[in-house]
């Protein structure tokens, strides 16, 4: 029982210091700008890229590709009796083409973060070693030679 308290303990006790440090704020900035972000992406596919594919395949909207398994009926004054049944998978392959792009964003963005994070930490590691060696020597040149 003791161990279960604990850990509920170190559980609040880190979800305070999460919030401390301001984490919580950095997560919202991070929802912000990735809202931002997805509505940049899909204008891009909805405003320039679809388009430009449906230029290709014919002038039809991309959106507008559907398998229709049952017609719609109306009666004889035009009114709806039975909407349309259709499998709309232009839509869908809208949606997985905002996916991939929105997804190599992201990975762009991430090597770019981590080449910029192992540049920073091989500087690091090298002002160090310069700085450890430039010592050595000065501890060298001040000990008196017998």
């Avoid at 998978?89 to 990975?107: H, M, N, R, S, T």
Wanted: with cysteine; proline share 1%; aromatic share 10%.
């Amino acid at each position: 029982m003791a161990k279960k308290e604990k850990k509920k303990s170190t559980f609040f006790a880190d979800f305070k210091k999460f919030i401390a440090k301001g984490n919580v704020l950095d997560m919202a900035i991070g929802v912000v700008i990735a809202s931002a972000f997805t509505k940049i992406v899909n204008s891009f596919v909805n405003d320039v890229l679809m388009p430009l594919i449906s230029l290709i395949v014919g002038n039809v909207d991309v959106t507008d590709w559907k398998w229709v398994i049952s017609e719609a009926v109306y009666d004889a004054e035009g009114i709806l009796v039975s909407a349309e049944v259709a499998l709309r998978y232009g839509v869908f392959i809208q949606a997985i083409i905002d996916f991939l792009i929105v997804a190599l964003c992201l990975f762009t963005a991430i090597r770019l973060i981590m080449y910029i994070q192992n540049k920073a930490t091989q500087a690091y590691e090298l002002a160090q070693k310069t700085l450890l060696k430039e010592k050595t020597e000065e501890t060298a040149e001040e000990e008196p030679q017998e």
